[in-house]
C-alpha cells in the first residue's frame, strides 16, 4: 500500500486532531499532496493541496482557517492538522500523492491513495 494513513478517530466540537499521511516505497518529497474527505452517500470534495514545494492551498471554505498541512520529510510523511472542529467535519479523510510540482486540485490527477481515516465530531 503506497500510502498509509493514521490519526484521526473522535473528537468533541471545538477539538482538535491530526491526520498522517506516510508513503511505502517512495519519498514524498517530490510529489504533491491532497486532501479529501467523504461522508457516506455524498461526493468526495477536496480540502486542500500542498506543492513539493510545499506551497499550500486550502480550498474547502469550511476548513479555511482551521486546517494545517505540514510535511515531514524526515519521517517521509504529511500531517493535516484540523482545529476548532465541527459536527460536520465527520467523514472518512484520504490523503492522495501525485508526482508532480504544482497545486492540483482534480482527485483524478492523482496517482496514490490513502486508505482513509474515519474523524467523527459529536459531543
Known amino acids: 500500500v503506497p500510502l498509509v494513513q493514521s490519526g484521526g478517530g473522535s473528537a468533541q466540537p471545538g477539538g482538535s486532531l491530526r491526520l498522517s499521511c506516510a508513503a511505502s516505497?517512495?519519498?514524498?518529497?517530490?510529489?504533491?499532496i491532497g486532501w479529501w474527505r467523504q461522508v457516506p452517500g455524498q461526493k468526495r470534495e477536496g480540502i486542500s493541496c500542498l506543492s513539493n514545494s510545499d506551497e499550500l492551498l486550502v480550498y474547502l471554505d469550511s476548513m479555511k482557517g482551521r486546517i494545517t498541512v505540514s510535511r515531514d520529510k524526515a519521517e517521509n510523511l504529511v500531517y493535516l492538522q484540523m482545529n476548532s472542529l465541527k459536527p460536520a467535519d465527520t467523514a472518512a479523510y484520504y490523503c492522495?500523492?501525485?508526482?508532480?510540482?504544482?497545486?492540483?486540485?482534480?482527485?483524478?490527477?492523482?496517482?496514490?491513495w490513502g486508505q482513509g481515516t474515519q474523524v467523527t465530531v459529536s459531543s
Open positions: 516505497g517512495f519519498s514524498l518529497d517530490n510529489y504533491v
Open positions: 492522495a500523492a501525485r508526482s508532480g510540482y504544482s497545486i492540483e486540485t482534480r482527485d483524478t490527477s492523482y496517482d496514490y
